[in-house]
């Protein structure tokens, strides 16, 4: 074979690969756009994997090794799962906050005060 009759074969070749590649990029983007208008172009979500509560575990910094633990991560869980449903209330929850009444505290009388109501 002469090197001109090889150079013919190369560029025939290259033809064939590029209408080949146009082909299969046109059938991927059919394949694509009936995709999306089968999904409504919306992307379904995948549930994720719940969180195994397993001795010896640590979980949010917390690490379980006995019951006590362990209802101290699952009410953490839970109310980090209520914030993520209770976007409009801004007010957060601290998930390790013990409801607890507010502390009275006595009004400290100073010299100013006390000449100020006389």
């Given at each position: 074979m002469s090197k001109k009759n090889n150079q013919n074969i190369r560029r025939a070749g290259l033809a064939i690969?590029?209408?080949?590649?146009?082909?299969?990029?046109?059938?991927?983007?059919?394949?694509?756009?009936?995709?999306?208008?089968?999904?409504?172009?919306?992307?379904k979500l995948k549930a994720k994997k719940a969180i195994k509560l397993r001795k010896g575990a640590i979980v949010r910094?917390?690490?379980?090794?006995?019951?006590?633990?362990?209802?101290?991560?699952e009410r953490i869980l839970k109310v980090e799962a209520a914030n993520r449903m209770d976007c409009d209330d801004k007010?957060?929850?601290?998930?390790?906050?013990?409801?607890?009444?507010?502390?009275?505290?006595?009004?400290?009388?100073?010299?100013?005060?006390?000449?100020?109501?006389?």
């Amino acid at each position: 074979m002469s090197k001109k009759n090889n150079q013919n074969i190369r560029r025939a070749g290259l033809a064939i690969e590029l209408k080949r590649d146009k082909a299969e990029q046109a059938a991927r983007a059919a394949k694509l756009a009936k995709k999306k208008e089968s999904s409504g172009g919306v992307r379904k979500l995948k549930a994720k994997k719940a969180i195994k509560l397993r001795k010896g575990a640590i979980v949010r910094g917390v690490k379980i090794v006995d019951s006590d633990t362990r209802k101290k991560v699952e009410r953490i869980l839970k109310v980090e799962a209520a914030n993520r449903m209770d976007c409009d209330d801004k007010k957060r929850r601290d998930p390790l906050a013990v409801k607890k009444e507010p502390m009275k505290t006595k009004k400290k009388v100073t010299k100013k005060v006390a000449a100020m109501e006389e």
